[in-house]
């Protein structure tokens, strides 16, 4: 495993988001930030670029799905990327039979974080859920670095 990898058990996103009445019904989706733990759909919200990539990914005919519709939910704005975009959720069903826009996914944040990204430095997290068990794949290091989070989510897509 990459050094600046790591893997834990994550938070049930589905949970969360139906307890605050969101959108369950997703296969890939960025997280809002504050989701873990948030009292009201209102305290919700995503950090400003989630709009960029979400954009870029459309360019290449990537559809997302969303917990709550952006302009339902505040949007954040800090001065660096590291806090980026509150995490990726996909199932494993979806990585299995999609991994190749997971991929697209994953460079579209890769490109970005290299043209925006000051320190070049990078964070990502990725929360994979399989009958309702969610891993949560951590990265944080240098951008070029990203692409450790692609190998480790091709492991997890080829186990069975």
Known sequence: MHENLSIEEGFDVRREAKELGCNTDADIAFVPLGLAGAESKEELSYHDTTETVEKLAEQEDLELDTFIDSGDTDTTKLKSTELFLGGLFVTVEF??????????????????????????????????????????????????????????????????
């Open 95 to 160: 990585l299995r039979h999609n991994f190749s826009d997971v991929a697209t996914l994953i460079n579209i944040v890769h490109e970005h974080y290299s043209r925006v990204a000051i320190d070049g430095e990078a964070q990502m997290s990725v929360m994979v859920e399989e009958d309702g068990e969610v891993t949560r794949i951590e990265y944080d290091g240098p951008i070029e670095g990203i692409d450790s989070v692609l190998d480790q989510l091709e492991e997890m897509k080829n186990d069975d």
